[in-house]
Nanobody, 121 residues
Framework: QVQLVESGGGLAQPGGSLRLSCAAS????????MGWYRQAPGNQRELVAS???????NYADSVKGRFTISRDNAKNTVYLQMNSLKPEDTAVYYC???????????????WGQGTQVTVSS
């Protein structure tokens, strides 16, 4: 009933840039926070960046100053601009949205399928 579809992953060289997009569709009454998480092989999934419906942002220390999260509330879409990429940014990136489908429903988390980001020369 709710789908989060990510796009924009791929291969980048160290120092390069990539832009991820994630669009939420389906029965959606309101979206609270949206965010990006990542998981590298052998590691736990970790928060990369999040943004509230009002535009407040939060970043992992490892990406501050390099990554920028933004969202288009009219399109239910969140973006992650990744600059100055490093090999340690290599991971599967997952989109997350905390939303409610109906006014009388509770908020819950939804996840995208993940998109691979590889930073290598």
């Amino acid at each position: 009933q709710v789908q989060l579809v990510e796009s924009g992953g791929g291969l980048a060289q160290p120092g390069g840039s990539l832009r991820l997009s994630c669009a939420a569709s389906g029965i959606i009454f309101s979206i609270n926070a949206m965010g990006w998480y990542r998981q590298a092989p052998g590691n736990q999934r970790e928060l990369v960046a999040s943004i509230t419906s009002g535009g407040s942002t939060n970043y992992a220390d490892s990406v501050k100053g390099r990554f920028t999260i933004s969202r288009d509330n009219a399109k239910n879409t969140v973006y992650l601009q990744m600059n100055s990429l490093k090999p340690e940014d290599t991971a599967v990136y997952y989109c997350n949205a905390n939303l409610r489908q109906r006014q009388w429903y509770s908020n819950r988390d939804y996840w995208g399928q993940g998109t691979q980001v590889t930073v290598s020369s």
